[in-house]
């Protein structure tokens, strides 16, 4: 078992960067696949990227492609999300996800643990 603890949202005006942690508790992580994801009000949670924790590759969805990227830190056992070139429609919550044996890497549901989740917004 993980716990996630998500942190690093803020305020960004447009083209700005940010970047995100997500800092697990345990020695364990190592193994596990990430994901991250992000919620608008009233709409779905969108997948943005997934990666191996242990140096798999990484996959990202074509809206935030070339802008986003998932940096590790196993020894910290964090994993970061690096948001550059930040647009308004980036504005969401995101969350950090993790799971042993992923192979949907898409869907929400299959990670097994999950951050709180921090806010990000982009003013134009």
């Known amino acids: 078992q993980v716990q996630l603890v998500e942190s690093g949202g803020g305020l960004v005006q447009a083209g700005g960067s940010l970047r995100l942690s997500c800092a697990a508790s345990?020695?364990?992580?190592?193994?596990?696949?990430v994901g991250w994801f992000r919620q608008a009000p009233g709409k779905e949670r969108e997948f943005v990227g997934s990666?191996?924790?242990?140096?798999?590759?990484?996959y990202y969805a074509v809206s935030v492609k070339g802008r986003f990227a998932i940096d590790r830190d196993n020894v910290k056992n964090t994993v970061y999300l690096q948001m550059n070139s930040l647009k308004p429609e980036d504005t969401a919550v995101y969350y950090c996800?993790?799971?042993?044996?992923?192979?949907?890497?898409?869907?929400?549901?299959?990670?097994?643990?999950w951050g709180q989740g921090t806010q990000v917004t982009v003013s134009s």
């Open positions: 996800a993790a799971s042993k044996g992923v192979r949907n890497f898409l869907l929400p549901t299959a990670y097994d643990y």
């Open positions: 345990g020695r364990t992580f190592s193994s596990y696949t």
């Open positions: 990666a191996s924790i242990i140096g798999g590759r990484t």
